[in-house]
């Protein structure tokens, strides 16, 4: 199966997104490999090759000054974004000026899309790194914090995180945060399966536990690299949506196929 091509440059789109409509990304990654904390079974972009713990080298990434002239040029040559969504080729708060950038993205917004609000699609590791939670809570309207596991096997078996990560840190680093926050979710089956049984039901537990803004809930709707993996379907979705708010009080959306829909697949 064919992945995804990285994204190659700071701003893309801005694309019809199937949760944030019109959206305007940036990406503050390299061009040419994807860098993340995780390497998850799903991704779009293929394998992670080092899985990071921590801040990504400087060497290949866009400066502060980069990311804020691509986005002044990027927003005076399109209709003003619903979003404008921090994602790209990895975890975009890997970045170690991440929240200078942030900074820098706000007082364009303010002066040039004051309509547009500011989301982050992220894998919550960035939430144990130094500055990133306090930015997150200062600039980030929408943040939309993945958790795909209630119970560190299948959050290893999924996610493959980098060294010295656990879901007890990244279940610490979302409940210390001081804003509500959106919980990102997708569920699969196959060789490997949270969307039944203990696992689905440990994942309830701690959407019961974090008291999210909001639950998101979708599953496959790109290529992967991994074999044996398949799609939960949409009414399957809906059922697990369903099951979760009654048990755990949490507004849940399932997001069917977007290429059904007519929306991008590669834009969650």
């Known amino acids: 199966m064919k992945l995804l091509p990285l994204q190659k440059g700071i701003i893309y789109g801005p694309v019809r997104s199937r949760r944030l409509g019109l959206s305007l990304g940036i990406n503050l990654l390299p061009t040419t490999r994807k860098v993340c904390s995780f390497n998850c079974v799903y991704c779009q972009y293929g394998i992670t090759r080092e899985p990071v713990s921590g801040l990504a080298p400087e060497d290949d990434l866009p400066t502060p000054e980069e990311v804020e002239r691509a986005l002044r040029k990027a927003l005076s040559e399109t209709e003003a974004p619903q979003f404008i969504t921090f994602s790209g080729n990895g975890e975009p708060t890997l970045h170690p000026n991440f929240p200078e950038i942030a900074e820098r993205v706000k007082r364009v917004r303010d002066l040039v899309s004051p309509s547009s609000k500011i989301a982050l699609l992220s894998n919550s590791t960035g939430l144990l790194i130094p500055g990133v939670r306090e930015t997150i809570e200062e600039l980030i309207e929408l943040p939309i914090m993945k958790l795909d596991a209630g119970e560190e096997e299948t959050f290893r078996a999924i996610g493959r995180p980098g060294p010295g990560l656990s879901l007890a840190r990244i279940l610490e680093g979302l409940h210390a945060l001081g804003k509500p926050f959106t919980i990102q979710t997708l569920f699969v089956q196959g060789a490997v399966d949270n969307s039944r049984g203990p696992a689905l039901d440990a ?44 048990k755990t009080g949490a507004e849940v959306k399932a997001y069917g196929l977007a290429r059904e829909k007519g929306e991008n697949p590669a834009w969650s």
Not at 219 to 231: A, V, Y
């Open 203 to 246: 994942w309830m537990a701690r959407i019961r536990e974090l008291v999210p803004s909001s639950v998101q809930i979708y599953s496959i709707d790109r290529p992967f690299p991994t074999r044996g993996l398949e799609i939960v379907p949409p009414e399957r979705l809906e059922e697990i949506a369903r099951d979760t708010n009654k």
